[in-house]
């Protein structure tokens, strides 16, 4: 199983960005996947994950209305579009899946992780 992230890079505060998440080697439709970030020092901790079906969001406060994710089940792939970045979301982001297919905030259900791509926000 490899989950690929990429699209991140360095952009200014109200810049925008989309993260894509590339899956091969597991029954991708059937997972749920999760976008989570690190930042130096921090835990890791959840910014939006959606379910298997698409049909169940679940956003960190500090994202809505900002960031929207969605899926392509045809092409293994999930998005992040991320509008009206901030310093504070410069992070390390990282995509997962989880085999329970609800789209857990929990990381630790999280079956496979990418290896992440950097998103630097300056002010």
């Known amino acids: 199983v490899q989950l690929v992230e990429s699209g991140g890079g360095l952009v200014q505060a109200g810049d925008s960005l989309r993260l894509s998440c590339e899956a091969s080697?597991?029954?991708?439709?059937?997972?749920?996947i999760g976008w989570f970030r690190q930042a130096p020092g921090q835990e890791r901790e959840v910014v939006v994950t959606i379910s298997w079906s698409g049909d169940r969001i679940v956003s960190d406060r500090s994202v809505k209305g900002r960031f929207t994710i969605s899926r392509d089940n045809a092409k293994n792939a999930v998005y992040l579009q991320m509008n009206s970045l901030k310093p504070e979301d410069t992070a390390v982001y990282y995509c997962a899946a989880d085999d329970l297919g609800s789209g857990s905030s929990d990381p630790m259900v999280y079956d496979y992780w990418g290896q992440g791509t950097q998103v630097t926000v300056s002010s």
């Open positions: 080697g597991l029954t991708f439709s059937r997972y749920a």
